[in-house]
């Protein structure tokens, strides 16, 4: 539980927008779409060895590697080493400095809104080739939007662990002061649900991360269907009427004492608000569900997952998160073909079935949940039921290479327009300026 945690620490720490690295684009090797030549693996005497950096999940990372070397990779004379590289942000600053140095690794794990970057600038290699040479099946991979794995109509990157924003309900205060313990189902419902908590227990009764830029990516396509950007992913949206809506709903809820807003440096804050019987709401991923039933248990409440309140109109839209493999622009032809050995290896049913069981994060194939250790999790958890079930509203995060810094910029302007008394209007109008810029640069 304990090393769990900790990584589940870093994960709060960037909450899913750990994207802030630069993302290097190398002049002149933008390839996105070029046809990569492949070849099939076959085994020799000698044992490949290939190098996979790991993010998030370190332990189930490190054991399905290990589950690997002793069965197909002992069969096909092929040993992978997982090197843990820290959470999306740091391994992705990480993988950029390999890139012009050269020291790319054959694989590695990234956030899933990571893929075009990657390939814009030639550090991944398109997989359309390799699954052709392997009669790779891609039609399992059916968990979610599946954009964020594509460049254009080509596979650049396999799903690794998916996870969505979900809405954690203290069941036992809800039941305590008369309210569904299943959550409100709409934002209108929502506030007078805060409302109801609010006035039996004199505490704020939901708190927020204001680092979850991608929290607010699901609470804008849900409360007014918008996205964060437009479709061209030109211009930002932020200042649009559903825009100024939601946070105008949200900033009247901080000054009510509905809402807590803690800024990126309050993560124990945020912990602790988290483990309060006392709090009812948290929005968050579902790969930290069972992190939330450890602090729910120490705390003597029960925890249920709702999928986020529906808007006006019923509208509800998720941002699918988590984790890609890639194959790195790097190695010889047989390291790369052994390298997607591993790689169709470890997004099989059975392994994903696995990094899900033993994490929080949903399986990425059909498949799993056909499995008997999926049957067996989603039993002795219906989190995962919901979750499952809120797929149906999933869609893909920003893929252009820019957006980590769009979401540190809105990040690092949201707190304030969220708590201090200023126009909401004029506030977001010059927070679109800024993230234009970035975006038409």
């Given at each position: 539980?304990?090393n769990?945690?900790?990584?589940?620490?870093?994960?709060f720490?960037?909450?899913?927008?750990a994207?802030?690295?630069t993302?290097?684009?190398l002049?002149?090797?933008g390839?996105?779409?070029?046809?990569e030549s492949?070849?099939?693996y076959?085994?020799?005497?000698?044992?490949?060895?290939?190098k996979?950096?790991?993010?998030?999940?370190?332990?189930?990372?490190?054991?399905?590697?290990?589950?690997?070397n002793?069965?197909?990779?002992?069969?096909?004379?092929?040993?992978?080493?997982?090197?843990?590289?820290g959470?999306y942000?740091?391994?992705?600053?990480?993988v950029?400095?390999?890139?012009?140095?050269?020291?790319?690794?054959?694989a590695?794990i990234?956030?899933?809104?990571?893929t075009?970057?990657?390939?814009?600038?030639?550090?991944?290699?398109?997989?359309e080739?390799?699954?052709?040479?392997?009669?790779?099946?891609?039609d399992?991979?059916k968990?979610?939007d599946?954009d964020?794995?594509?460049?254009d109509?080509?596979?650049?990157?396999?799903?690794?662990?998916?996870?969505?924003?979900?809405?954690?309900?203290?069941?036992?205060?809800?039941?305590?002061?008369g309210?569904?313990?299943?959550?409100?189902?709409?934002?209108d419902?929502l506030?007078?649900y805060?409302?109801?908590?609010?006035k039996?227990?004199?505490?704020?009764p939901?708190?927020?991360?204001?680092?979850?830029?991608?929290?607010?990516?699901?609470?804008?396509?849900?409360?007014?269907?918008?996205n964060m950007?437009?479709?061209?992913?030109?211009?930002?949206n932020?200042?649009?009427?559903?825009a100024v809506?939601?946070?105008?709903?949200l900033?009247?809820?901080?000054?009510?004492?509905?809402?807590?807003?803690?800024?990126p440096?309050?993560?124990?804050?945020f912990?602790?608000?988290?483990?309060?019987?006392?709090?009812l709401?948290?929005?968050s991923?579902?790969g930290?569900?069972?992190?939330?039933?450890?602090?729910?248990?120490?705390?003597?409440?029960?925890?249920g997952?709702?999928?986020?309140?529906?808007?006006?109109g019923?509208?509800?839209?998720?941002?699918?998160?988590?984790?890609n493999?890639?194959?790195?622009n790097?190695?010889?032809?047989?390291?790369?073909?052994?390298t997607?050995?591993?790689?169709?290896?470890?997004?099989?049913?059975?392994q994903?079935?696995?990094?899900?069981?033993?994490?929080?994060y949903?399986?990425?194939?059909?498949?799993?949940?056909?499995?008997?250790l999926?049957?067996k999790?989603?039993?002795?958890?219906p989190?995962?039921?919901?979750?499952?079930?809120?797929l149906k509203?999933?869609?893909k995060?920003?893929?252009?290479?820019?957006?980590?810094?769009?979401?540190?910029?809105?990040?690092?302007?949201?707190?304030d327009i969220l708590?201090?008394?200023?126009?909401?209007?004029?506030?977001?109008?010059?927070?679109?300026k800024d993230?234009?810029a970035?975006l038409?640069?």
């Amino acid at each position: 539980m304990t090393n769990q945690w900790n990584h589940m620490k870093k994960k709060f720490a960037v909450v899913l927008t750990a994207v802030v690295g630069t993302t290097v684009i190398l002049s002149g090797c933008g390839q996105a779409g070029a046809n990569e030549s492949a070849v099939k693996y076959t085994k020799g005497d000698k044992v490949v060895e290939i190098k996979f950096w790991t993010s998030a999940m370190e332990q189930v990372n490190k054991d399905l590697v290990d589950q690997f070397n002793k069965t197909k990779g002992a069969e096909l004379n092929i040993h992978v080493s997982a090197e843990y590289q820290g959470d999306y942000s740091e391994i992705q600053q990480k993988v950029n400095a390999a890139a012009i140095a050269n020291t790319l690794p054959n694989a590695f794990i990234g956030e899933v809104s990571q893929t075009k970057g990657f390939a814009d600038s030639n550090t991944i290699v398109d997989l359309e080739p390799f699954m052709k040479v392997n009669d790779f099946n891609r039609d399992d991979f059916k968990i979610g939007d599946l954009d964020n794995l594509y460049v254009d109509k080509d596979m650049y990157a396999f799903p690794h662990m998916r996870s969505l924003p979900v809405m954690y309900v203290n069941k036992t205060l809800a039941k305590k002061v008369g309210l569904n313990e299943n959550g409100p189902a709409t934002f209108d419902e929502l506030e007078s649900y805060m409302e109801t908590a609010y006035k039996a227990t004199g505490k704020t009764p939901m708190y927020l991360l204001n680092n979850d830029l991608w929290i607010l990516e699901a609470l804008l396509s849900s409360y007014s269907n918008t996205n964060m950007l437009n479709d061209e992913e030109t211009a930002t949206n932020i200042n649009s009427k559903g825009a100024v809506e939601l946070i105008s709903f949200l900033r009247d809820g901080v000054s009510k004492g509905l809402i807590k807003v803690f800024n990126p440096t309050q993560l124990n804050d945020f912990v602790g608000a988290v483990s309060d019987p006392d709090t009812l709401l948290t929005f968050s991923s579902i790969g930290g569900y069972k992190i939330f039933l450890g602090l729910a248990a120490k705390s003597k409440y029960e925890l249920g997952v709702a999928m986020i309140p529906e808007g006006k109109g019923g509208t509800r839209g998720v941002p699918v998160g988590g984790s890609n493999v890639y194959m790195s622009n790097t190695g010889t032809e047989e390291e790369k073909a052994a390298t997607f050995e591993f790689m169709e290896w470890l997004s099989d049913t059975e392994q994903a079935a696995y990094a899900s069981a033993n994490t929080g994060y949903l399986p990425t194939r059909l498949s799993s949940l056909d499995t008997d250790l999926m049957k067996k999790t989603m039993a002795e958890f219906p989190g995962y039921k919901v979750a499952i079930d809120e797929l149906k509203f999933s869609k893909k995060r920003p893929t252009t290479g820019v957006y980590h810094e769009v979401e540190t910029l809105v990040v690092s302007r949201l707190g304030d327009i969220l708590t201090d008394n200023k126009d909401v209007q004029q506030g977001l109008d010059a927070l679109a300026k800024d993230v234009n810029a970035i975006l038409t640069r």
